[in-house]
C-alpha cells in the first residue's frame, strides 16, 4: 500500500494537473464561440457563391473549363489533409487519419498527400506514402492558409500532375460531434442547374467573370474547410479537457479516500501499540 506521503504526493499533482485542464477548457471554450461564428458565417456566403455556380452551369463556357473537365478513370490523385499542428483534443486527428487511412486503400489509382498541420505530418512521416507538401497551420491566418493551398492545387491540377485533388476535414456539428469529411475540389463538380435561374450582367464578359469565378470557388470551399477544422479543434479539445478534468475530480475523491484509510490504519495500529505497551508494563 503507497505511504500518506506518496498519496498527498499524488493528490497534489492530480489537482495540479486539474488546474490546467480547466483553463485549457475555458481557452477552448472563447475560441470555439469566435470560430463557430466564423463557420456559419463562411457557410452563408459559400451556399450564395454556389448558387452563383449553379446558375451559370448550363454555361458552355463553364462546362469546358480546365477546372472542371473531368478525367476519369483518376489514375493519380492527391489527398489535402486538414489536421491540427497541437494534441490534447480528444480523438479529433485520429478520426481524420483513420478516413485517410481507408482513402489511400482505394484500389486502381495512386494517392499523394499535402498534409496541413503537425500531427498528420508526424504520422504519415515514417510511412510509405508520397508527401508533396506539408505546411504549419501555427501562426497563419485561415484566409492565407486556403489561398496557398488552392494555389498549389491549381498548379498541380493543370499541370497534369494529378487526375483529381480531394479535401479531407472535420465538419463541425457541435463541441461533441465532428465529422471527418471528404470533398473532391478538383476538377470542379460544378452544382446542378437550378430551375429559372437568374439572368446575369456580366462585366467585363462573360468568359472572365466565369475565369475568375471558379478559381474564387475553389479557394471559398478550401477556406471553409479551414474553418470547419479550426471549429472542430477547438470543440474536440474544450470536450477533451471537460472529460479530463471530471476524470481529474474522480480521481482525487479515490486517493482520498484511500489516503483516510491508510491514515486511519495507522492511527489503529499505533494505538494498538500503546495499549499492548500498556499492558506488557501491568504484567
Request: glycine share 4%; aromatic share 4%; with cysteine.
Amino acid at each position: 500500500m503507497p505511504s500518506l506521503k506518496d498519496l498527498r504526493n499524488r493528490i497534489s499533482s492530480v489537482k495540479a494537473t486539474q488546474k490546467i485542464t480547466k483553463a485549457m477548457q475555458m481557452v477552448a471554450a472563447a475560441k470555439l464561440r469566435r470560430a463557430q461564428e466564423a463557420v456559419v458565417q463562411s457557410r452563408a456566403y459559400g451556399e450564395k457563391l454556389s448558387e452563383v455556380v449553379a446558375g451559370l452551369a448550363s454555361e458552355s463556357s463553364l462546362r469546358e473549363h480546365p477546372l472542371v473537365r473531368d478525367r476519369s478513370p483518376e489514375g493519380r490523385v492527391m489527398l489535402i489533409v486538414l489536421t491540427s499542428d497541437r494534441g490534447l483534443c480528444g480523438g479529433f486527428n485520429t478520426n481524420l487519419l483513420r478516413q485517410a487511412e481507408k482513402f489511400l486503400k482505394t484500389p486502381e489509382r495512386t494517392s499523394v498527400l499535402e498534409l496541413v498541420g503537425r500531427k498528420g505530418y508526424d504520422f504519415y512521416k515514417r510511412r510509405s506514402v508520397e508527401i508533396v507538401e506539408h505546411v504549419s497551420t501555427a501562426g497563419v491566418p485561415p484566409i492565407q492558409l486556403a489561398r496557398e493551398v488552392v494555389a498549389r492545387a491549381v498548379a498541380r491540377f493543370t499541370s497534369d500532375e494529378v487526375d483529381a485533388i480531394y479535401v479531407l476535414f472535420s465538419r463541425f456539428r457541435s463541441a461533441i460531434s465532428q465529422v471527418p469529411t471528404i470533398e473532391r475540389l478538383l476538377p470542379i463538380e460544378a452544382p446542378a442547374a437550378i430551375e429559372n435561374p437568374r439572368e446575369y450582367l456580366f462585366e467585363p464578359s462573360r468568359d472572365a467573370v466565369i475565369e475568375d469565378l471558379l478559381p474564387r470557388y475553389v479557394e471559398v470551399k478550401v477556406f471553409q474547410a479551414v474553418l470547419e477544422s479550426i471549429a472542430s479543434e477547438h470543440g474536440a479539445r474544450m470536450t477533451a479537457m471537460e472529460s479530463a478534468s471530471k476524470n481529474a475530480s474522480d480521481m482525487i475523491e479515490r486517493l482520498t479516500l484511500e489516503m483516510n484509510r491508510a491514515r486511519q490504519a495507522t492511527i489503529t495500529k499505533e494505538l494498538m501499540e500503546i495499549v499492548g505497551g500498556a499492558e506488557a508494563l501491568k504484567g
